[in-house]
């Protein structure tokens, strides 16, 4: 009788073990390249550059001083022929979204910090995230969430987000608790 039920303790564990691990999702990735930002301020068009060179192709994706002076209501001429310190400017949420719209021909909508299920799923249907990040009282940072994956820690089952920050070269993994704190809102790109 000691024998069955230290083998039915086996099982259960084994049982328990299994069905835990079927219940991470698999990783999610969606092929979009990190560009890094050319000025100290430019991570906005660096995220929205991001999203159309993933759409229309290295061809089709202006230079980032284009861009800039497009959502300003200047010609290309006016950022990228020379210097000029009015193009070195911070731009907002709506700036990021119509330059996607009208570069990239993707529309996109607002919206507010979410769990890391609903931004799973999200990923998981093929739409990238750019998410704005509180950096200080009054300062902001945008990165584009491409990705999602998971792993087994000290902890539990974590959630961790591939990330295009436009102020590194490549995607970095970064935990989710990280993000969740300083996340302030969201483009979600259709």
């Known amino acids: 009788m000691k024998h069955v039920l230290e083998f039915l303790l086996v099982l259960a ?3 328990v073990t299994t069905s835990a691990k079927a219940q991470v999702p698999p990783p999610v990735d969606i092929p979009i390249q990190n ?7 430019w ?13 229309r192709g ?3 994706t202006p230079a980032q001083c284009a861009l800039v002076a497009t959502a300003n209501g ?38 507010p910090p979410t769990d890391p299920m609903t931004l799973y799923r999200t990923l998981a249907r093929g739409h990238a995230v750019i998410v704005q990040l509180r ?6 940072h945008v990165v584009v969430v491409r990705g999602m994956s998971f ?4 902890k539990g089952v974590q959630p961790v987000l591939h990330v295009n920050d436009p102020m590194a070269i490549f995607t ?12 302030m809102s969201a483009i979600v790109i259709d």
Do not use: M
């Not at 290309?76 to 070195?88: Q, R």
């Open 151 to 154: 792993f087994r820690g000290p």
């Open 13 to 15: 564990v084994v049982v």
């Open 74 to 111: 200047a010609t290309p001429a006016a950022c990228c022929s020379e210097y000029n310190p009015l193009c070195v400017t911070t731009g907002s949420i709506p700036q990021i979204q119509n330059l996607i719209r009208h570069f990239g021909g993707r529309t996109s909508k607002y919206a």
């Open 58 to 60: 290295p061809s089709n």
């Open 35 to 41: 560009i890094p930002q050319e000025t100290d301020v």
């Open 135 to 140: 950096t200080g009282q009054s300062s902001a």
């Open 43 to 55: 991570c906005w068009v660096a995220v929205a550059q991001q999203i159309i060179l993933a759409s």
């Open 172 to 183: 970095q993994p970064v935990l989710y608790a990280q993000i969740a704190p300083i996340w």
